[in-house]
């Protein structure tokens, strides 16, 4: 079956452009996660979805950066005026359930990989 | 998950032998664990996974490992194949549903 899917795959922004970043997660997952990756590490929480609610937004760098997902489905990452140490990967990844106490298998997408100049 | 004690950045192992890739973790509290595997340009891929009542788990070809009294975990790999050349993360749901992730062990198989 179809996994998580993000687009673009790679994105070059000059400093200072806007982006915006796409998750389709698994038909059907309630939760929705993204994370970033710097080049050598381990990838870092970044927020976390409950179908359309943002019930996590801890681990957001700053105030540029953005998230949505208005229906519950496809969800929407937006870095605003991009700085060079945004440069990194930008996972996101699915699980079919809620927060329940109990933690759920977490399937990521490919990345997308931004590159800021 | 944390690089302290036996973790071991780089593990380089010849094709058709077992692989051990350790991982420490940091919170006593977390009970949920799970192992991924990443290829150069690509998402973490789901291995195996296991929780805090279990100490030990079998899939296909790999085996999970979890010793709480030290927090520990560790996969195995039998039989070790070129594609399974990656890198590979443990992680630890240190707040819930977030997971907090190692610094990774790149593994090399050698034909």
């Known amino acids: 079956g179809a996994g998580v899917s993000q687009s673009p795959r790679y994105k070059v922004a000059k400093r200072g452009q806007d982006v915006a970043l796409r998750c389709d997660p698994i038909s059907g997952h309630v939760s929705l996660f993204w994370y970033q990756q710097a080049l050598g590490q381990g990838p870092e929480f970044l927020t976390y979805f409950q179908n359309e609610a943002q019930l996590d937004k801890s681990g957001l760098p700053s105030d540029r950066f953005f998230a949505e997902r208005p229906e519950g489905s496809v969800s929407t990452l937006k870095i605003q005026r991009t700085q060079q140490e945004d440069s990194a990967v930008y996972l996101c990844?699915?699980?079919?359930?809620?927060?329940?106490?109990?933690?759920?298998?977490?399937?990521f997408g490919p990345g997308t990989r931004l590159t800021v100049l | 998950g944390e690089s302290v004690g036996l973790h071991l950045p780089t593990l380089s192992v010849q094709e058709g032998d077992n692989s051990i890739i350790n991982c420490a973790y940091s919170?006593?509290?977390?009970?949920?664990f799970i192992w991924y595997k990443q290829e150069s340009g690509k998402g973490p891929q789901f291995i195996i996974d296991i929780r805090s009542n279990m100490d030990k788990r079998q899939g296909q070809r790999v085996t999970v490992l979890l010793n709480k009294t030290v927090k520990h975990l560790s996969l195995q790999i039998a039989a070790t194949q070129p594609g399974d050349s990656a890198v590979y993360f443990c992680?630890?749901?240190?707040?819930?549903?977030?997971?907090?992730f190692g610094a990774g062990t790149t593994v090399t198989v050698r034909a």
């Open positions: 992680a630890e749901n240190k707040d819930d549903y977030k997971l907090s």
């Open positions: 990844a699915s699980s079919l359930l809620g927060t329940s106490g109990r933690t759920d298998t977490q399937y």
């Open positions: 919170n006593s509290a977390s009970d949920y």
